[in-house]
């Protein structure tokens, strides 16, 4: 499931042009039809994928994420920091911190939302030593429905 920006750009189309390591970089139709079998894998997960630059900025949102409460929808081109509240903002600001000096390792904490605890994972990408952006990924701690023993 493609989602599209105010301009009906795809997030797709949206990363190509606007995020640095992929805009200056040719792209062959190998990696392009690499890249749209990833979004289609990260568009089926159950648990939340987003994707942004390093000014927070979304480049890629999968729609488990795109249903999480936010204050502002979670979609390309909006700032990750206005989907959160202060407190919330404080910890991205401490984490972006972390990567521009150099911290290659993810952030990992347990949130509370609505009620159920997550495991947050934060993971920096580095394009030639530079932190150009960051993939969260969001898993519930607690299972839905029934347990199932293999």
């Known amino acids: 499931m493609l989602y599209s920006n105010s301009e009906g750009h795809s997030?797709?189309?949206?990363l190509m042009e606007n995020s640095t390591p992929l805009k200056d970089r040719?792209?062959?139709?190998?990696?392009i039809e690499r890249l749209?079998?990833?979004?289609?894998?990260?568009?089926?997960?159950?648990?939340?994928?987003?994707?942004v630059?390093?000014?927070g900025n979304i480049l890629y949102v999968n729609p488990a994420a795109a249903k999480r409460p936010s204050k502002t929808p979670?979609?390309?081109?909006?700032?990750?920091?206005?989907?959160?509240?202060?407190?919330?903002?404080r910890k991205?600001?401490?984490i972006f911190d972390d990567f521009r000096n150099g911290r290659t390792e993810p952030h990992h904490y347990v949130s509370q939302a609505g009620g159920k605890k997550e495991l947050v994972t934060?993971?920096?990408?580095?394009?030639?030593?530079?932190?150009?952006?960051?993939?969260?990924?969001?898993?519930?701690?607690?299972i839905e429905g029934p347990e199932r023993s293999f």
């Open 92 to 94: 991205i600001d401490r």
């Open 53 to 55: 630059d390093s000014d």
């Open 36 to 51: 749209a079998i990833l979004e289609k894998i990260l568009d089926h997960a159950k648990v939340s994928f987003t994707c």
């Open 11 to 14: 997030q797709h189309e949206f």
């Open 74 to 89: 979670r979609t390309i081109g909006v700032n990750i920091k206005d989907c959160h509240k202060v407190l919330s903002n």
């Open 26 to 31: 040719k792209m062959t139709q190998k990696d």
């Open 122 to 142: 934060i993971i920096p990408v580095f394009e030639s030593g530079v932190f150009t952006a960051c993939v969260s990924q969001i898993h519930p701690l607690e």
